[in-house]
């Protein structure tokens, strides 16, 4: 089944403490991408990548890093989180940056820093 | 960049009605998606319509790119309608693949 999928759906941390959000996909999508959600804001794009060991900053990349060093997979990287980091995470896919194509969303991470 | 405008924002309806969404937005795409987002959270892909029309089951909707909007339709509501409903475009281009999101419309289903 093709699918996008996020790992972990849960997590509370607390402020500083390093934490991965891992996003694997299996439809050999070259671009993928990281968006947060939160009340009032809407989902806004943090990083996307067209393809491996290509990365570029979407619109709220500040305090986030992520990397591409397989095709399948693109880490989300919370060095030092802070409290307004507490959010809900969504990892995205799709054949392509150009041509039309669907994107595919994975489950979510529901994060919260404290 | 792309502005996508979503109406209306709220709507509460009687289980059983009909319900049209509306996506309005301010330049050419060559992507168009709508969502819908369960009380988990989750995003659940309804359609994939850059243009043209497309049904699924009680659901269908249509794009009309020259115009710049696309509508929602939901038949016959149902409780487990509920939701938010996102449409969310993309430009191509420099925008490299990424969706702007409207706003959603909050429907509730009453039973």
């Known amino acids: 089944e093709a699918q996008v999928t996020q790992n972990p759906r849960y997590l509370i941390t607390v402020t500083g403490k390093k934490l991965t959000v891992t996003c694997s996909q299996n439809?050999?999508?070259?671009?993928m991408s990281w968006y947060r959600q939160d009340p009032g804001l809407g989902l806004r794009q943090i990083y996307y990548?067209?393809?491996?060991?290509?990365?570029d900053k979407g619109d709220v990349p500040e305090g986030y890093k992520v990397s591409r060093k397989e095709k399948r997979n693109f880490p989300l990287i919370l060095e030092s989180p802070s409290p307004n980091q507490t959010s809900l995470y969504f990892c995205?896919?799709?054949?392509?940056?150009?041509?039309?194509?669907?994107?595919?969303f994975g489950q979510g991470t529901r994060l919260t820093v404290v | 960049g792309i502005q996508v405008e979503q109406s209306p924002p709220d709507l509460i309806l009687q289980e059983g009605a009909n319900s049209t969404l509306r996506c309005n937005f301010s330049?050419?795409?060559?992507?168009l998606q709508w969502f819908h987002q369960n009380p988990w959270g989750q995003l659940i892909n309804l359609f994939y319509i850059p243009s043209g029309t497309k049904q699924n089951g009680r659901l269908s909707a249509t794009t009309v790119a020259t115009e710049r909007y696309s509508l929602l339709y939901i038949s016959s509501s149902q409780t487990t309608d509920s939701g938010v409903y996102f449409c969310a475009v993309g430009a191509g281009g420099t925008s490299y693949g990424k969706l702007t999101f409207g706003q959603g419309t909050i429907l509730t289903v009453h039973p």
């Open positions: 990548s067209m393809n491996v060991e290509v990365t």
């Open positions: 439809m050999n999508h070259e671009y």
């Open positions: 330049d050419s795409v060559n992507n």
């Open positions: 995205a896919s799709s054949l392509s940056s150009q041509a039309s194509s669907q994107a595919f």
